[in-house]
């Protein structure tokens, strides 16, 4: 009997990590190869509302400016809303001194980001909302190209390529996750819509956006709203954003419990996307990627447990055990020697990213059944500071 249910545990543990992480992207590709869906694009300029969330950014947010007015895109068309979400440092001192007719500061008590972001939008009047964090410098032409695909109105948002500054040091396995995830990104949006977008970079028409809710994380959120709303959500990969790798393990692990759990509380939030009667392939894309891919730990952990029972029955258990613990094992010596060059290299480096995500998605889930929140939110560098505090 326990061998029967552990042989049933471990094939269905198996089949689901299979499907998540081959089976899926490759429906996906074979779905854009059969059906390719291209954006009819005519070069256009709207008008369009820059949107910055920001809470003691007075290290960054005159670079950001310079950087938004640097951008190839008609300056009468550009409306920059610097939302400061109780910021109490010299952020709001900077932007009111900037002296751009264009910038508006909106001073907001301290509320965390997604009502934050809710009141910035409120006073837009754009018919482009497009956002973008303090700290996420765009290219030249990043803006051009993320609204380029809006003159088909079939898209009702676009999502920008985000890219680390960061070359050598800590995050090698964090860099090589986003390259992958930019890989499925091209191929969701060849084959209709991404399933969001990130929030360095991304753009939605203002008439789909939906007040973010308490407890979610924005920039799904309000990605999502394009599909939701039957319209297209597409991948931009000329549009490009540039930011900084997190600076710790820590600090990364921290921001992996508060997407996953935010994440899965939107997914609930918006839970009629799952009906694939009302929403087609999008329902199954949300559901393998969003859900599956962040709750494989559950598989991983059944595997732990099976794999070893079922040594003695077949070459594949055992081929299945010593891998798992091999990657384990990498796991825990990258995490060991993070901080030196031996630890970036991918061997070590992606398995200690890979169980850094997964125990994160452990967590998450114990905050959600606890009901635990993270509304109010700690940019990357006030975290920093920190951290450092705390050390010392």
Do not use: C
């Amino acid at each position: 009997m326990i061998k029967t249910t552990s042989r049933w545990l471990f094939w269905i543990s198996v089949s689901t990590i299979v499907y998540t992480y081959i089976g899926f992207p490759l429906i996906v590709l074979l779905r854009g190869l059969l059906r390719p869906r291209p954006v009819n694009i005519v070069p256009h300029t709207p008008k369009v509302s820059i949107i910055i969330a920001a809470y003691n950014e007075e290290s960054i947010i005159k670079q950001k400016l310079d950087n938004t007015f640097a951008l190839n895109y008609p300056n009468s068309e550009i409306e920059v809303i610097v939302a400061s979400d109780g910021s109490d440092d010299t952020t709001n001192q900077i932007v009111r001194e900037y002296g751009a007719p264009q910038v508006r500061l909106l001073t907001l008590p301290r509320q965390g980001k997604n009502q934050t972001l809710n009141h910035a939008v409120s006073v837009a009047n754009g018919e482009i909302l497009v956002f973008s964090d303090a700290d996420s410098m765009l290219k030249p032409d990043a803006l051009i190209h993320l609204v380029a695909p809006f003159s088909d109105p079939a898209v009702g948002g676009v999502g920008g390529d985000y890219q680390y500054t960061t070359v050598a040091g800590e995050g090698s396995g964090e860099r090589t996750y986003w390259s992958l995830d930019r890989a499925l990104k091209q191929i969701q949006s060849e084959a209709g819509s991404m399933t969001s977008a990130t929030g360095q970079i991304y753009a939605l028409r203002r008439s789909l956006f939906v007040p973010i809710p308490d407890g979610v994380t924005d920039d799904f959120f309000v990605s999502v709203q394009a599909p939701v709303g039957h319209q297209r959500l597409v991948f931009a990969p000329q549009a490009t954003a540039y930011g900084p790798v997190a600076a710790s393990s820590s600090s990364e692990f921290r921001r992996k419990v508060r997407v996953i759990t935010a994440g899965l509380r939107g997914v609930w939030t918006i839970r009629q996307a799952l009906n694939p009667v009302k929403y087609g392939f999008f329902a199954v894309q949300l559901f393998s990627h969003k859900v599956l891919r962040r709750l494989i730990v559950v598989p991983l952990l059944v595997l732990s447990v099976t794999a070893p029972l079922l040594w003695r029955h077949g070459w594949f258990y055992k081929l299945i055990t010593i891998g798992k613990y091999s990657v384990h094992s990498a796991g825990i010596l990258g995490y060991v020697l993070r901080n030196t060059r031996i630890g970036q290299v991918k061997v070590l480096s992606l398995p200690f990213f890979f169980e850094m995500v997964n125990i994160a998605a452990v967590v998450a889930v114990a905050n959600l059944f606890r009901r635990e929140r993270h509304d109010i939110w700690v940019p990357q560098r006030s975290q920093i500071a920190i951290d450092i505090s705390e050390r010392g």
